[in-house]
Structure formats: structure tokens, C-alpha cells
């Protein structure tokens, strides 16, 4: 049977595929990830009171000035990090929830930096509620990056890369006889 092209006179793309369920439980737990990283700048950010206090005990030197600017310091950079993480963990979950296998990637990654900021940490003292949030986020990660390399993750982002680039493969090449 005769069917027409489209009126639109445009063929139609390839239909994408949904997500598989651990893509979709790594999407999840990403958002998740985000909330614990918000939580704790919140947390932080009521807590800020005790820095000075914390500050002036770790160099009893420092003059007023100098305390207040270490106060701005670290709430800048607390908020600001604190922000980037937010913004990561919503980018990574949207990317990889529509099948881009530079974002599975880049998560990887990020959980790799995270991984080694994590032990650094360790060896430093810190505050216990910090290092239970920190651990609970790494867990997060960890689960999510196991979650993003399964066997039908791998599958639904092979094949959107080939939806992706018209199904001729990353070289956009077409297929041939000596191929």
C-alpha cells in the first residue's frame, strides 16, 4: 500500500526511546542529590553563627577585620559552591534522562572528584554532621553511577547516539559494502 511523505515535506526523526527503569532510578536518585546538597546549604547557612567563634579558635590572631573577612569569604564560597552543586545534579539528571552519553560521562567524573575530595576530607577534622552529609551524598553518587553503566543504561544511550546522528554512527559516515 501507497503511503505519502508528510505534508510538511519534512521526513520524521527517528522515535526516541523512554528511558530505561535504572536510567529513570538514576534520574531519581540525582534529584535527590540535589536536595541533599540544598538541605545542607540551608543547614549551613542557619549554622553560620558558630563560624565566627570556629574561626577565632582555630588562629586566636586575627584581628575583627580580618574575621569578618573570612566570614564573607567562606559564606560566598559556601553559597556559590553550594549553588554548583545544586545546578550539577539537576543538569546531570536532565542530560542523562534524555540520553546523552557525554553526560553519563561527566557525572562519572564528577563523582570521581567528589570520591577524592571526599577522602581529603577525612584526613582533615571536621564537623560529624558535615561528614554523615558528605557520606550520604557519596552513596547517592555511587549508586546512581552504578545505576547509569548498566547493561540496559548502556543500550538506551548507544542507542540514542545513533537517533542522535541519524543512525550513520559517530562518524556520520554512511554504511558501505566495505564496511
Same mark, same amino acid.
Given at each position: 500500500?501507497?503511503?505519502?511523505?508528510?505534508?510538511?515535506? %519534512?521526513?520524521? !526523526?527517528? /522515535?526516541?526511546?523512554?528511558?530505561? +527503569?535504572?536510567?529513570?532510578?538514576?534520574?531519581?536518585?540525582?534529584? /535527590?542529590?540535589? =536536595?541533599?546538597?540544598?538541605?545542607?546549604?540551608? =543547614?549551613?547557612?542557619?549554622?553560620?553563627?558558630?563560624?565566627?567563634? @570556629? #574561626?577565632?579558635? @582555630? +588562629?586566636?590572631?586575627?584581628? $575583627?577585620?580580618? &574575621?569578618?573577612?573570612?566570614?564573607?569569604?567562606? &559564606?560566598?564560597?559556601?553559597?556559590?559552591?553550594?549553588?554548583? !552543586?545544586? !545546578?550539577?545534579?539537576?543538569?546531570?539528571? =536532565?542530560?542523562?534522562?534524555?540520553?546523552?552519553?557525554?553526560? *553519563?560521562?561527566?557525572?562519572?567524573?564528577?563523582?570521581?572528584?567528589?570520591?577524592?575530595?571526599?577522602?581529603?576530607?577525612?584526613? *582533615?577534622?571536621?564537623? /560529624?554532621?558535615?561528614?554523615?552529609?558528605?557520606?550520604?551524598?557519596?552513596?547517592?553518587? #555511587? @549508586?546512581?553511577?552504578? &545505576?547509569?553503566?548498566?547493561?540496559?543504561?548502556?543500550?538506551?544511550?548507544?542507542?540514542?547516539? =545513533?537517533? %542522535?546522528?541519524?543512525?550513520? !554512527? $559517530?562518524?556520520?559516515?554512511?554504511?558501505? $559494502?566495505? %564496511?
Amino acid at each position: 500500500m501507497y503511503q505519502p511523505y508528510p505534508s510538511s515535506g %519534512q521526513m520524521p !526523526g527517528p /522515535a526516541r526511546r523512554e528511558p530505561p +527503569d535504572s536510567v529513570l532510578t538514576a534520574v531519581k536518585l540525582m534529584y /535527590a542529590g540535589a =536536595v541533599v546538597n540544598g538541605l545542607a546549604l540551608i =543547614v549551613g547557612l542557619a549554622t553560620i553563627g558558630n563560624l565566627r567563634t @570556629a #574561626l577565632h579558635r @582555630a +588562629d586566636p590572631s586575627l584581628t $575583627p577585620t580580618q &574575621l569578618h573577612n573570612f566570614e564573607i569569604f567562606y &559564606l560566598t564560597l559556601s553559597v556559590v559552591t553550594g549553588l554548583i !552543586g545544586i !545546578g550539577l545534579w539537576i543538569l546531570m539528571a =536532565v542530560m542523562n534522562r534524555r540520553g546523552h552519553s557525554w553526560a *553519563r560521562i561527566v557525572a562519572t567524573v564528577l563523582f570521581g572528584i567528589y570520591t577524592l575530595l571526599l577522602l581529603l576530607g577525612f584526613s *582533615r577534622a571536621g564537623a /560529624a554532621v558535615g561528614t554523615l552529609v558528605s557520606l550520604l551524598t557519596w552513596l547517592i553518587g #555511587l @549508586a546512581t553511577i552504578v &545505576l547509569l553503566w548498566r547493561r540496559q543504561s548502556s543500550e538506551y544511550f548507544n542507542a540514542q547516539r =545513533v537517533g %542522535q546522528t541519524g543512525g550513520m !554512527g $559517530p562518524s556520520r559516515i554512511p554504511p558501505g $559494502p566495505l %564496511q
